[in-house]
């Protein structure tokens, strides 16, 4: 088996070591914060002891799970380091210069939404070995993982981390282009661009975004892809429908002034009581339990 090492213990990092150590390999876990990381490491070193040898649904989590504040020690031995930390391109690539250093043969793996993946290689002496794998909340119950290719990423490097997820019982789809957001986000955030105007034009309430994407298009995406539903429907509609629509949609290269204000304000969501929507004490918690078993009914065997 493969030692494996994270690098970042909060929500993301936690949920990859959770996977790999679900596969059978050690995993050892690093962060600056002693106590998160002790949290953590506790929290799976129980889920560990608890699933140690079922059989059935669940492989059970065989690997060893340890971790240090010490990034030399964390990572010593791993074949594999997978990055975790705060989106922030400056201490991502400082990170990989000194992964680079410790870990010569290493895979470096950055678990990036947007950032691009060779510039966060730029201050690596082997940029070959760096790859983009992005990562789905919730890690276990997300199949998809973006594989993505930096400038200088070798095909050798795509193969072998397209191999390992697969044996995880990931779907890794190849990115063969670094663009900012890769696949996932740029289609993701496209549609909250369009919700967001929508709200800031006075077309609609928020409440009025989600009753609709999540009663009509919702119900669509998990059976028909964008593509496929285009196909499906005819092209020829598919252009006309875009000849009257796309002229009229958001185009705005810079965030909404409407997102802006209401972070300026302090209202940042379901963290701070107040977004697009209310979000009164305990309904985070009930949305992500309800988010996780939606995902779980769609993705059970």
């Known amino acids: 088996m493969l030692t494996v090492a994270v690098v970042g213990a909060g929500l ?29 490491v506790d929290a799976l070193r129980g889920t560990v002891d608890a699933l ?11 690997g060893a799970v340890d971790g240090s504040t ?10 594999l380091v997978v ?3 705060a989106e922030n391109l400056d201490a991502k690539r400082e990170l990989f210069a000194r992964l680079d250093r410790l870990l010569p043969d290493a895979l470096l793996a950055s678990n990036t939404s947007v950032l691009p993946v060779s510039s966060i290689a730029e201050h690596t002496a082997r940029p070959e070995r ?21 400038k200088h990423t070798s095909e050798e490097t795509m193969e072998r981390t397209t191999a390992l997820l697969t044996s995880l019982g990931k779907l890794p789809v190849r990115v063969e282009r670094d663009v900012p957001g890769f696949v ?11 919700a967001i105007g929508l709200v800031a034009d006075g077309v609609c309430t928020a409440e009025t975004v989600e009753t609709v994407v999540r009663n009509t298009i919702g119900l669509r995406l998990a059976a028909m892809g964008p593509l496929e539903n285009a196909d499906y429907v005819g092209l020829d509609l598919t252009l006309a429908i875009h000849e009257a629509v796309l002229p009229d949609l958001n185009r705005s290269p810079s965030p909404s002034p409407l997102l802006s204000d209401l972070v300026a304000a302090g209202d940042l969501g379901a963290k701070s009581g107040r977004g697009f929507l209310s979000w009164p004490e305990g309904s985070r918690e009930r949305a992500g339990a309800r988010l996780a078993r939606h995902i779980a009914r769609l993705t059970k065997p």
């Open 70 to 79: 010490d990034l030399a020690e964390a990572v010593t031995g791993a074949g």
């Open 52 to 62: 140690r040898g079922t059989v059935g649904g669940l492989r059970g989590l065989n």
């Open 12 to 40: 993301m990092g936690r949920g990859i070591a959770e996977v790999f150590a679900g596969a059978g390999h050690p995993v050892r876990l690093h962060d600056v914060d002693a106590d998160a990381l002790r949290g953590t």
């Open 83 to 85: 990055e975790a930390v």
């Open 184 to 194: 996932g986000n740029r289609l993701q955030h496209a549609l909250w661009r369009e």
């Open 130 to 150: 760096v790859v983009g794998t992005h990562w789905w909340n919730p890690p276990g119950l997300i199949p998809v993982v973006e594989v993505v290719r930096g």
